[in-house]
């Protein structure tokens, strides 16, 4: 049974440019959530789709924007990219609210 | 604002070692804590959930607890193998959704 998959593993971009991050859920899940994690901090919340719309967001400027397809799988988009959007992007899948979300190994995304 | 404090920030024990680990927070109606292990280059990987307080869950060395405002994960006589970040999290407050606010992490290191 599959995880969550994230590609690609490895990004580098320069400022200015614009990304887009992929992720397959767990088998069974409907809900995805994407996290920002630099180095030495927690994990911070993105936002979260479920059924293909926009559930919750995180403190983010409107640059991060995401998508979700009928098979549940998600994408993260950043527009203008800048040094500071450095960081180990994460995906996370779930069954329902309040269940433990699953994440991937990430996307390690470096902005020359 | 929901916030989760996780001390001590670093941790080195000697194998066999028992100790504990700290996550206070502040948020309106708990839903749920979690705990979560993270090694280098990877993504959490789900241990426990808490809904009470009061509730206690056991994996291996491992024990997690529950008050009104605290978690601790206790090790017991610990492994090198149990060398990891470990992560708390609470769902954010106001709304139905689940994305969650993490901790910074504790980085615990068991030597040989």
């Known amino acids: 049974d599959a995880g969550v998959t994230q590609s690609p593993t490895h990004l580098i971009k320069t400022r200015g440019q614009q990304v887009t991050l992929r992720c397959s859920p767990k088998s069974g899940h409907d809900t995805v959530s994407w996290y920002q994690q630099a180095l030495g901090q927690g994990p911070q919340f993105i936002f979260q789709?479920?059924?293909?719309?926009?559930?919750q967001r995180g403190n983010f400027p409107d640059r991060f924007s995401g998508h979700q397809y009928p098979n549940y799988s998600s994408e993260l988009n950043v527009n203008a990219l800048l040094l500071g959007d450095s960081a180990l992007y994460l995906c996370?899948?779930?069954?329902?609210?309040?269940?433990?979300?699953?994440f991937g190994d990430g996307t390690r995304l470096s902005i020359l | 604002e929901d916030q989760v404090t996780q001390s001590p920030e670093a941790l080195r024990l000697q194998e066999g070692e028992s100790s504990s680990l700290n996550c206070s927070y502040t948020v309106s109606g708990l839903r749920g804590l979690f705990w979560y292990r993270q090694d280098p280059g990877k993504g959490p990987e789900f241990l426990f959930t808490?809904?009470?307080a009061g509730e206690e869950k056991e994996k291996e060395r491992l024990k997690a607890t529950l008050t009104k405002k605290e978690s601790f994960l206790h090790i017991t006589a610990p492994k090198p193998e149990d060398s990891a970040t470990y992560l708390c999290a609470v769902p954010i407050s106001g709304g139905g959704a689940d994305g969650l606010t993490f901790g910074k992490g504790t980085h615990l290191i068991i030597q040989p």
């Open positions: 808490l809904y009470s």
């Open positions: 789709y479920y059924e293909e719309e926009e559930r």
């Open positions: 996370a899948s779930s069954r329902d609210s309040n269940q433990p979300q699953h």
